[in-house]
């Protein structure tokens, strides 16, 4: 099976990414009423709540990683993820129990 990357973006705008590190656990919330874009997904962290979204652009969107819109309806209300790496223009993630098959 294949791990299903995604990338956080915008965390300039809240805490900055100065504090994340790999394998820690982040919290997708699916944010249907976004006035902006109608496939948001925030990211939030506990005790900090919403620290950025799901890149959803070809400008964010990193590597193999999915756009938040590829994603949206692969996943719940909410979905975990886990930060791989934290790169100069993002962080690298992979949502916690959700792969494709080796073919795709």
Known sequence: MKRIYFTIT???H???DEFFEPEMT???VKE???EVDKEAIKVELEGL???GYVANSPY????ESWSAGRLYDKIGDTAVGTVLYKLPK???CYVNDLELPENN
């Open 90 to 92: 993002g962080i690298l």
């Open 10 to 12: 915008g965390t300039g």
């Open 49 to 51: 709540g919403h620290i």
């Open 32 to 34: 249907p009423d976004n």
């Open 26 to 28: 982040v919290k997708l």
């Open 14 to 16: 809240y805490f900055g």
């Open 60 to 63: 964010t969107v990193m590597g």
